[in-house]
């Protein structure tokens, strides 16, 4: 049921990247930067300091050698890794493509 989720999570983010209109990958990419920025100021409101925490934590969670499920158990202990790592990405993504819309919409008269 897990891998399906994210399998469907990551198809969602392919789609949205895709989409005729949408803001390009890298154009996300090269956002996510001046959007953490940009949330920690306070200018971009899209973001709210709770998701950005839970990105922060995320983060420290994938570098951590710490984990809630110890990475010597192979099969199971890089699989949360990896549920991790894919929420996050499109997380990211998701969130950057709305900023890269909404600095569109900014820099209009």
């Known amino acids: 049921m897990a891998k399906a989720r ?3 999570q990551v198809y969602r ?3 949205d990247v895709s989409r005729p209109g949408s803001p390009g990958l890298m154009a996300r ?6 959007m953490i ?3 920690i100021r306070g200018e971009y409101r899209g973001l709210g300091k709770g998701k950005l925490s839970m990105m922060g ?3 420290l969670y994938i570098v951590s050698p710490i984990d809630a499920i110890p990475d010597f158990l192979l099969a199971i202990g ?3 890794d990896f549920g991790v790592l894919v929420w996050l990405t499109t997380a990211l ?3 950057s493509g709305q ?5 569109k919409q900014r820099r209009l008269p």
């Open 6 to 8: 994210r399998a469907a």
């Open 13 to 15: 983010a392919y789609q």
């Open 29 to 34: 990419i090269r956002a996510v930067p001046r």
């Open 37 to 39: 920025r940009g949330a």
């Open 57 to 59: 934590l995320a983060v």
């Open 78 to 80: 890089i699989v949360d």
């Open 93 to 95: 993504l998701g969130e």
């Open 99 to 103: 900023y890269v819309t909404w600095e």
